[in-house]
C-alpha cells in the first residue's frame, strides 16, 4: 500500500469511524422503549463494510467539500439499509439465521419486534434529513423525495419483490439487473447522488455520477455473488452456497463463473470511465471502485 492509499484509507476509516458514533448518539437520543432501541442498535451497530455513508462522503470530497456535511443523510441512509436487511432476514423472506457472522434480529429479539426495529430505523431516517439545519430547505426536499424512490416501490422494494417473484424461475440478464439495480443499486446511486446534490453539482455532473453509480452497483452485486461461491464462510459472515441452495437467481448461474468475473471487470471499467467524465476529484471514488471490485467479504 502506497502513500496515497494509506491517506485515502485514513480518511475512510475516520469517516466510518465518525458515522458509527453519530448512528450511536441519534439512537441514544431517541425517546422510544427501551427493547425497541435496543433492536435497532443491535442491527446497526453489527458491523458491515458501511459502503453508503463512504461514497457519500467520497463524493463530497471529489467536489471540495466537507464530507461531515453529508453526516445526516450518511447515517439516514445506512438505517434503511439496515432496516432492509432485518426484514430481508424474516423467515416470511429470506427465513436466514446469521447476518454479518451474528444471529439476525429476529432469532434475538422475535419477529415482531425485528419489524418494528426495521420499521422505526426506516421512518427515523427521513426524521433525521427533516430536522438537520445544515442544508438548505430546498436540498431537504430534494433529498427526501431522491431518497425516497430510491428505497420505496420504484426503487429497493420494487428489486425486492420482483427478486422474490424469481423465485424458482430463471431470468434472462435483462431481468436480473432489473431485481439488482433496484435492490442493491438504488441505496448505493442515492447515496452518491445526495453528495453531488449538497456539493451543488450540475445536472450533467449528476448524470455522470448517475451512471457510475448503475455500474457500481451492479459490480457490487455480481462480486456478492461470486463470493457466494468462492468465499470463506467466516469472512462473509453467512453460510457460502446458500444461493445455490436456495435456488436464487445469479449472475455464476446464468453466466458461468468465468462469465461473471467477466461481466464484473466489464462494470467496473465502466463505472471508471463514467466517474472520470465528472470533471472533480475522482481518487477516493475510483478507490472505492476498486474496494467494491476486490472485496472478501
Known amino acids: 500500500m502506497n502513500s496515497t492509499d494509506m491517506n485515502i484509507k485514513e480518511f475512510l476509516d475516520l469517516q466510518k469511524q465518525e458515522m458509527e458514533n453519530q448512528l450511536s448518539i441519534y439512537i441514544s437520543n431517541l425517546t422510544a422503549p427501551p427493547v425497541l432501541k435496543d433492536a435497532m442498535s443491535y442491527s446497526l451497530q453489527a458491523g458491515g463494510k458501511r459502503i453508503r455513508p463512504l461514497l457519500l462522503a467520497a463524493t463530497l470530497h471529489a467536489f471540495g467539500k466537507d464530507a461531515n456535511l453529508g453526516m445526516p443523510i450518511a447515517c439516514a441512509i445506512e438505517m434503511i439499509h439496515t432496516y432492509s436487511l432485518i426484514h430481508d432476514d424474516l423467515p416470511s423472506m ?39 439545519q445544515s442544508i438548505s430547505p430546498e436540498s431537504k426536499v430534494k433529498l427526501i423525495a431522491e431518497l425516497a424512490k430510491a428505497a420505496g416501490p420504484e426503487g429497493m422494494v420494487a428489486g425486492q419483490i420482483a427478486d422474490m417473484e424469481a423465485e424458482g424461475a430463471t431470468l434472462n440478464l435483462d431481468e436480473l439487473e432489473y431485481i439488482h439495480k433496484n435492490k442493491t443499486g438504488k441505496l448505493l446511486t442515492i447515496s452518491i447522488i445526495a453528495g453531488g446534490i449538497l456539493a451543488n453539482a450540475t445536472m450533467e455532473q449528476l448524470k455522470t455520477l448517475e451512471n457510475f453509480a448503475i455500474h457500481l452497483g451492479l459490480a457490487f452485486q455480481i462480486r456478492d455473488d461470486i463470493l457466494d461461491i468462492e468465499g470463506e464462510e467466516e469472512v462473509i459472515g453467512k453460510p457460502v452456497g ?12 446464468l453466466l458461468t463463473l468465468d462469465g461473471a468475473k467477466e461481466k464484473l471487470t466489464y462494470h467496473t471499467n465502466e463505472a471508471k470511465a463514467s466517474l472520470n467524465a465528472a470533471g472533480v476529484d475522482v481518487e477516493i471514488l475510483d478507490y472505492l471502485c476498486d474496494l467494491v471490485a476486490s472485496r472478501n467479504n
Do not use: C, M, V
Not at 446469521?98 to 427515523?124: Q, S, V
Not at 446458500?242 to 448461474?253: F, I, L
Open 242 to 253: 446458500s444461493d445455490s441452495t436456495n435456488d436464487k437467481n445469479t449472475y455464476p448461474s
Open 94 to 132: 429470506d427465513n436466514d439465521d446469521l447476518r454479518r457472522g451474528l444471529p439476525t434480529n429476529h432469532k434475538i429479539y422475535g419477529e415482531a419486534t425485528a419489524i418494528l426495529a426495521g420499521d422505526g430505523l426506516l421512518t427515523y431516517s427521513f426524521q433525521l434529513i427533516a430536522e438537520d
